[in-house]
T-cell receptor
Framework: AQSVAQPEDQVNVAEGNPLTVKCTYSVSGNPYLFWYVQYPNRGLQFLLK??????LVKGSYGFEAEFNKSQTSFHLKKPSALVSDSALYFC???????????FGKGTRLHILP | GAVVSQHPSWVICKSGTSVKIECRSL??????MFWYRQFPKQSLMLMATSNEGSKATYEQGVEKDKFLINHASLTLSTLTVTSAHPEDSSFYIC????????????FGNGTRLTVT
C-alpha cells in the first residue's frame, strides 16, 4: 500500500539556522512528491514538487527538497530559518495514473527567535 | 493562478440544522475535487472524492447520507453537512485537481464549522 511517513511531530530550530523536515514514502510506481505548508485556520499552500529530473527541487519562500530514490526520501530544507516559517508542513505523494494524493501526518515547525 | 475559493470561512449552526460549504476553482477546471476534515493538531482526513457529473466516492467510515457532496460543474463542488451535531464541529478543507499528473492539488482556505 502507498504511504507517506513524517517521523517527527515537531521540529524546533533557532532562527537563522538551517532546517530539515523529514519525509519518506512507499509507493508502487513512479512517485510524484509534494510539500505543502499550512498556517493556522487556513488551507494548505503548495510549496514545491518533484516529478522527474533534478533531485534538488527549489520552491516557494526559499524552501527546497531533495529527492533520494535509494532512501525513498523527500526531505524539506531551508538554509536559514525565519520565525515566519513556523507552521504545519505536510509531505504528500501521488502515484502516476492515480488522482488520489496521500498525505503524511504533518510536522509542526517552530522557529525560535 | 490556480485559486480555489471556499466559503464560508467559518459558520456556527445549531444542532439538527444543515450547512452547505462551497468550493470553487476560479481560474481552472477541476476534474476532481477532494474534501478533507482536519481535527485539531492532526493531519488531513480524506472524506470523499468527487468527479464532475458523477457520484462522490466516500472513504471508509464516512457517512455519505450525512455528508452530501455534489460536483455540479468543473468549477464547483459542495459539501452539505446534514442534521449537524456537535461532533461534526471541525475544520473542513476542499481541494481541486486540474487533472494533469504532475499538477499539485490546490486548496481552499477551509471552513471552521461549529455546531452548538
Amino acid at each position: 500500500a502507498q504511504s507517506v511517513a513524517q517521523p517527527e511531530d515537531q521540529v524546533n530550530v533557532a532562527e537563522g539556522n538551517p532546517l530539515t523536515v523529514k519525509c519518506t514514502y512507499s509507493v508502487s510506481g513512479n512517485p510524484y512528491l509534494f510539500w505543502y505548508v499550512q498556517y493556522p485556520n487556513r488551507g494548505l499552500q503548495f510549496l514545491l514538487k518533484y516529478i522527474t529530473g533534478d533531485n534538488l527541487v527549489k520552491g516557494s519562500y526559499g524552501f527546497e527538497a531533495e529527492f533520494n530514490k535509494s532512501q525513498t526520501s523527500f526531505h524539506l530544507k531551508k538554509p536559514s530559518a525565519l520565525v515566519s516559517d513556523s507552521a504545519l508542513y505536510f509531505c504528500a505523494v501521488r502515484v502516476d495514473r492515480d488522482d488520489k494524493i496521500i498525505f503524511g501526518k504533518g510536522t509542526r515547525l517552530h522557529i525560535l527567535p | 493562478g490556480a485559486v480555489v475559493s471556499q466559503h464560508p470561512s467559518w459558520v456556527i449552526c445549531k444542532s439538527g440544522t444543515s450547512v452547505k460549504i462551497e468550493c470553487r476553482s476560479l481560474d481552472f477546471q477541476a476534474t476532481t475535487m477532494f474534501w478533507y476534515r482536519q481535527f485539531p493538531k492532526q493531519s488531513l482526513m480524506l472524506m470523499a472524492t468527487s468527479n464532475e457529473g458523477s457520484k462522490a466516492t466516500y472513504e471508509q467510515g464516512v457517512e455519505k447520507d450525512k455528508f452530501l457532496i455534489n460536483h455540479a460543474s468543473l468549477t464547483l463542488s459542495t459539501l452539505t453537512v446534514t442534521s449537524a451535531h456537535p461532533e461534526d464541529s471541525s475544520f473542513y478543507i476542499c481541494s481541486a485537481y486540474p487533472g494533469q499528473a504532475n499538477s499539485p492539488l490546490h486548496f481552499g482556505n477551509g471552513t471552521r464549522l461549529t455546531v452548538t
